[in-house]
Each structure stands twice: as structure tokens, then as C-alpha cells.
Nanobody, 121 residues
Framework: QLQASGGGLVQAGGSLTPSCAAS????????VGWFRQAPGKEREGVSC????????YYDDSVKGRFTIARDKAKHTVYLQMNNLKPADTAVYYC????????????????WGQGTQVTVSS
């Protein structure tokens, strides 16, 4: 089971670093993705990191502001979010798959419960 944590309330321009961990398991051999869903909107992919070589991918809306990284010692994947905007307000979910790379939500096997990120203007 995945656990996403580290959301919160920040002002525009602020930073948050949600984390994603797997209880009782390691994420080291998994591709991990972050998705978000704002009220009344469809879920969208934000970023993902491949298994093994840790290549990273970002949606255009967050490029240059968000960084996904894997802490292999802690079996955790982080999403460093800088220069947050009100448009980033959403519930953020992490997901994992044993595949090397997955960019679409339906490619992921395991999902966390989500963590709320609210950015005030």
C-alpha cells in the first residue's frame, strides 16, 4: 500500500515536498508517478520517474518548478514543488508499477490515498 504525505496549505510562490512511501515494500524497482486532481477536473499526470535508471518526466505545466526524486535508502519518492501557483491546488496522488516507465494512470498498479495541496493567492 502506498502512502502519500506532505501536502499542506501555502501561499503562492511557496514550496512543498510531498513524499510517497510503500508500507512493507520497497519502491526501488518501481516506476513511480505523481498525479493530481482538482475539484471538478479530471486527474492529470504531473511527473514520473523510471525504475532502475531514474529518468524523470514532467508535465509542461510544472516543468522548471517541480522535481521528482528517489531516495533509495528510504525507499521513498519525493516531489519537490517550488514556486507554487493557485492552479496547482489539487489532491496529489502517487502511484507505482513494476514496469520500467509508465506515463498514463491506467498503467499503474498501486495507488496512494492522496494528499491535499492548497495554494492561496
Amino acid at each position: 500500500q502506498l502512502q502519500a504525505s506532505g501536502g499542506g496549505l501555502v501561499q503562492a510562490g511557496g514550496s512543498l515536498t510531498p513524499s510517497c512511501a510503500a508500507s512493507g515494500r520497497t519502491l526501488r524497482r518501481c516506476a513511480v508517478g505523481w498525479f493530481r486532481q482538482a475539484p471538478g477536473k479530471e486527474r492529470e499526470g504531473v511527473s514520473c520517474i523510471t525504475s532502475g535508471d531514474d529518468r524523470t518526466y514532467y508535465d509542461d505545466s510544472v516543468k522548471g518548478r517541480f522535481t521528482i526524486a528517489r531516495d533509495k535508502a528510504k525507499h521513498t519518492v519525493y516531489l519537490q514543488m517550488n514556486n507554487l501557483k493557485p492552479a496547482d491546488t489539487a489532491v496529489y496522488y502517487c502511484a507505482a508499477t513494476r514496469a520500467h516507465l509508465a506515463t498514463m494512470g491506467d498503467e499503474y498498479e498501486y495507488w496512494g490515498q492522496g494528499t491535499q495541496v492548497t495554494v492561496s493567492s
